[in-house]
């Protein structure tokens, strides 16, 4: 179920407000970016137990191999691609192995994400900005481009999922690279889901707080031509995180199965925003009233420097 305080009725235009009812999941094909871990693979994992098809992405080629392995092992068909989804040519022979194998697309997971180091927007060095917009913003936007006409083709009805954060709804000092691509892809996900209001496919965001994935770890999988072995150490600034308290939420996270449940729940109502966490909808309102009331910027709630009440 949604957070307390945000509707869960389906977007106005669907009558029934279901998109595929749950036995129709079956045969279904889906695609999913960043599949080897996390959001992604609990996704996975939650697809075959429904009977899916599945085309699993991600960067990590022998994690998602075993990944794909141990899915085939529960009767899953399943198709593994290695994929960096920042470049578009990957993401198209991405797209085209899945057309191959199973001729059709019905659900897209655009879920691939990293994370950089925490600190000051103007110490990061410009290698940050291309790694994670490469994969946070780049990777959706070559989904889209790459799979949306196949999918409008075919004329069947069709659900994308675009992974947001709640860092595209919200901001935290120090964690600014991330949350410009996060908030990017979080307008990426609105414009599409109005542009494709008169066709058989629908459009979800998902904005989780901290789930227990591996993303404070993703420079393992960063380019080697996009490190930066000059870089300054993480520096939290202004009451933002620092390592103490990444820690902490580390401790605390969500786990990915139960994203994916709220995941699948949105798709079979229609459901554009998908707010994972109790405290989600008290973050973004206290942004938003801010907004509305003419108020300079105060720190999100959930950050330590945040005045309590």
Not at 244 to 252: C, E, I, N
């Amino acid at each position: 179920m949604p957070p307390a305080g945000l509707p869960s009725a389906p977007r106005s235009d669907s009558p029934s407000g279901i998109l595929v009812a749950m036995e129709e999941i079956r045969d279904r094909v889906a695609i999913i970016t960043g599949a080897a871990s996390g959001i992604g693979r609990a996704l996975a994992d939650r697809l075959a137990a429904e009977g899916a098809k599945l085309v699993l992405s991600d960067v990590e080629a022998p994690a998602l191999a075993r990944a794909v392995e141990a899915l085939r092992a529960t009767g899953a068909e399943v198709l593994g691609v290695p994929a960096d989804v920042s470049s578009a040519t990957e993401v198209d022979a991405l797209a085209e192995a899945a057309w191959e194998r199973f001729g059709a697309v019905h659900l897209v997971f655009a879920n691939a994400g990293v994370m950089q180091q925490v600190g000051p927007v103007w110490e990061r060095p410009i290698e940050d900005f291309h790694w994670v917009f490469g994969v946070n913003l780049w990777g959706p936007v070559h989904c889209v481009r790459s799979l949306v006409p196949r999918m409008l083709a075919s004329g069947e009805p069709g659900h994308i999922v675009i992974t947001g954060s709640m860092s595209g709804l919200t901001v935290v000092p120090g964690n600014g690279v991330y949350q410009m691509s996060k908030h990017a892809a979080v307008a990426l996900a609105e414009t599409l889901y109005h542009e494709l209001a008169e066709t058989p496919v629908d459009v979800s965001v998902l904005c989780p707080g901290f789930v227990d994935t591996g993303i404070l770890s993703a420079d393992r999988n960063r380019p080697e031509t996009l490190r930066n072995k000059d870089a300054p150490p993480p520096r939290p600034i202004g009451g933002g995180w620092t390592g103490d308290a990444t820690d902490s939420l580390q401790a605390v996270a969500m786990p990915p199965a139960a994203v994916a449940d709220q995941v699948l729940e949105a798709v079979r109502r229609k459901r554009f925003w998908i707010l994972t966490h109790d405290d989600a909808v008290e973050r973004v309102r206290s942004r938003f009233d801010a907004i509305v009331e003419g108020r300079n910027p105060a720190l999100d709630p959930s950050t330590p420097g945040a005045a309590k009440d």
